[in-house]
């Protein structure tokens, strides 16, 4: 008898395996949600944002959890902005947790300031109630807000809405955006404390020097022939195909940087990308009527489609191992000329950022390669 139970326990266990394979081999997930407070004074934390964006990004590309580079969301909301509805507690969520970064980038440089009211515990309870935050507990889940006003503003009790994202195992980081002697710093430093976060304060003026590199030119010359593998489909294809160019366009002398990132497993453009969303599973090329691919596509056999998809597929993947290959470089000499430079590491959002998550990503079991 016990023989037979222990034969039917591992053929149930097999079978579980076997129906259920996604859960079972599913990749990790990263899902970070970015609070922004653009009332009138902060024009310098939007700018350091939409410039960062990239190295945050950059940063993620190297940490891995079980051998493989997780999967990587990120959602936007603003606050504090008298041209958001005050019955909606002037929040307004831009985008919901997403993998294709061009879109983040494109809300970012939506953001226009203005006057308001700041309510901090308005914006996350939104978020948390709002996001659909992953349930498997491997994931890292996080919030990250930044402003410069007293962290109590609103009819929302701050502490109930932290709390309801401790409850989801979702850590709170407060970045404050004012001067470090003020005592309403104290308070957001108790809201990231609350919520097992860190607390930080930033010059959110503080300007980011860029610094350029011999390979900045090579770069970006890969990086627009890398625009050109992409097959755009369906009814996003023309917008997603507009949207990388503009993105580039928005990221000015910081487009190495983005080229890394497009260069990574994080840029992801499944929505209007047929390459991506083959890899992800979203479409079948057999499935894809011809008035829905691009007009180089139309009218070709489906073995010939598949060909056109892989040679473009080889292609892509070839430019971004050389974008990779002088990235590195470019991060080399960036190191060496930093160590000369006269620039005395102040905080601004790319370091604290990366500065908490390297620390709470490892302690989730990530790893940093």
């Known amino acids: 008898m016990k023989k037979l139970t222990r034969k039917l326990f591992a053929t149930a266990l097999t079978l579980n395996i076997l129906c259920f394979p996604t859960a079972a081999f599913a990749k990790a997930k990263i899902q970070i949600a970015i609070l922004l407070d653009s009332s009138n004074s902060m024009d ?12 945050i990004v950059n940063y993620l590309s190297k940490v891995t959890k079980n051998g493989e580079v997780p999967e990587l969301e990120v959602a936007l909301y603003h606050y504090g902005n008298d041209t958001l509805p005050s019955s909606e507690g002037f929040v307004r969520l831009l985008t919901g947790f997403t993998p294709e970064l061009d879109l983040v980038s494109e809300k970012l440089f939506s953001i226009r300031t203005n006057g308001g009211q700041e309510y901090a515990g308005w914006v996350i309870r ?3 109630q ?3 935050w992953s349930k498997n507990p491997g994931d890292f889940r996080v919030i990250f807000i930044a402003g410069n006003e007293p962290f109590d503003q609103g009819p929302r009790v701050w502490s109930q809405a932290v709390n309801l994202a401790v409850k989801g195992d979702t850590l709170v980081n407060t970045i404050y955006c004012g001067s470090a002697e003020s005592q309403e710093r104290q308070l957001w430093a108790s809201g990231a404390s609350l919520g097992k976060g860190s607390s930080f304060n930033i010059n959110q003026d503080q300007k980011i020097a860029v610094i350029e590199s011999p390979y900045d030119s090579e770069i970006a010359s890969w990086n627009a022939k890398l625009n050109q593998t992409y097959i755009p ?4 294809g023309r917008i997603g195909q507009q949207r990388q160019v503009a993105e580039d366009s928005n990221a000015g002398a910081n487009l190495a940087a983005r080229s890394n990132s497009k ?10 990308d047929l390459i991506d969303a083959l890899d992800n599973g979203k479409v079948t090329l057999e499935a894809i009527p011809d008035d829905a691919l691009p007009e180089v596509m139309r009218g070709m056999t489906l073995t010939e489609k598949r060909a056109y998809v892989a040679a473009k597929k080889t292609e892509r993947q070839a430019i971004q191992r050389k974008i990779r290959e002088l990235s590195q470089k470019r991060d080399e000499y960036i190191d060496r000329q930093r160590k000369t430079s006269t620039d005395k590491g102040e905080n601004t959002v790319d370091r604290v950022i990366i500065q908490s998550l390297r620390q709470q990503l490892a302690a989730k079991g990530f790893k940093l390669n």
Do not use: F, K, P
């Open 44 to 55: 310098g934390l939007i700018d350091q944002t939409r410039t960062q964006l990239w190295q």
């Open 126 to 128: 939104s978020a948390v």
């Open 130 to 132: 709002e996001l659909n």
């Open 233 to 236: 489909y369906g009814r996003e």
């Open 263 to 272: 260069a990574s497993e994080y840029y992801d453009n499944a929505s209007w």
